[in-house]
């Protein structure tokens, strides 16, 4: 099965650009889609198809996609861009895959 | 704007058979492929599995032939059951759905999700 990996946390300062990593074999290969979710709610789709932005999602939200790792970042990260973030993809071998998700510490 | 809701009981016994719904409104079931989705508590998501209208399906092996999942075109719903429950399927339900149309695509509907606890 495909697997996507995540570090567990990052933690960035108010202000300053946050890169999360997701890696997998051959991942820029496959279309990486990334969600935010806040305690108690839902995911929410911020990323889509590598680097597409959802109409509502600020410009502080980009991704890239190469190799053996996508990359979420956001640039002038705010307070309330704590919370968990996760990739997904598709896989031929495993359908909907999940990444382990990382938490966002904003000091 | 389409909008999805779970319902179903919270509480579930272990070895029975866990029955979730999710109702559709502000959009037809017949265009979408419907999915389901879990997250264990302090955990990740699990992608479980998703149906088309016309009753096509395809399921996460990992859940092991245990999930059935069907629709009702005239209610507007799709249903989720997961049989010999056991403490492991403890976890938030989510329904989602892709506005793509396709069975590939992001998930860019979400439902509020409902937590299902299998204890005796």
């Known amino acids: 099965s495909y697997v996507l990996t995540q570090p567990p946390s990052v933690s960035v300062a108010p202000g300053k650009t946050a890169r999360i990593t997701c890696g997998g074999y051959?991942?820029?290969?496959?279309?990486v889609h990334w969600y935010q979710q806040r305690p108690g709610q839902a995911p929410l789709l911020v990323i889509y198809?590598?680097?597409d932005r959802p109409s509502g999602i600020p410009e502080r939200f980009s991704g890239s996609n190469s190799g053996n790792t996508a990359t979420l970042t956001i640039t002038r990260v705010e307070a309330g861009d704590e919370a968990d973030y996760y990739c997904?993809?598709?896989?031929?071998?495993?359908?909907?895959?999940f990444g382990g998700g990382t938490k966002l510490t904003v000091l | 704007q389409v909008q999805l809701q779970e319902s179903g009981p919270g509480l579930v016994k272990p070895s029975e058979t866990m029955s979730l719904t999710c109702t559709v409104s502000?959009?037809?079931?017949?265009?979408?492929?419907w999915n389901w989705i879990r997250q264990p508590p302090g955990k990740g998501l699990e992608w479980i599995g998703y149906?088309?209208?016309?009753?096509?399906?395809n399921h996460n092996p990992s859940l092991k032939g245990r999930v059935t999942m069907s629709v009702d075109t005239s209610k507007n719903q799709f249903s989720l059951k997961v049989k010999s429950v056991t403490a492991a399927d403890t976890a938030v339900y989510y329904c989602?759905?892709?506005?793509?149309?396709?069975?590939?695509?992001?998930?860019?509907?979400w439902g509020q999700g409902t937590m299902v606890t299998v204890s005796s």
């Open positions: 198809y590598n680097s």
């Open positions: 997904h993809v598709w896989h031929s071998s495993s359908d909907h895959v």
């Open positions: 051959n991942i820029g290969s496959k279309s």
């Open positions: 502000g959009g037809s079931i017949s265009n979408y492929y």
């Open positions: 149906i088309y209208h016309s009753g096509n399906t």
């Open positions: 989602a759905t892709s506005r793509s149309g396709s069975s590939l695509g992001a998930f860019d509907i």
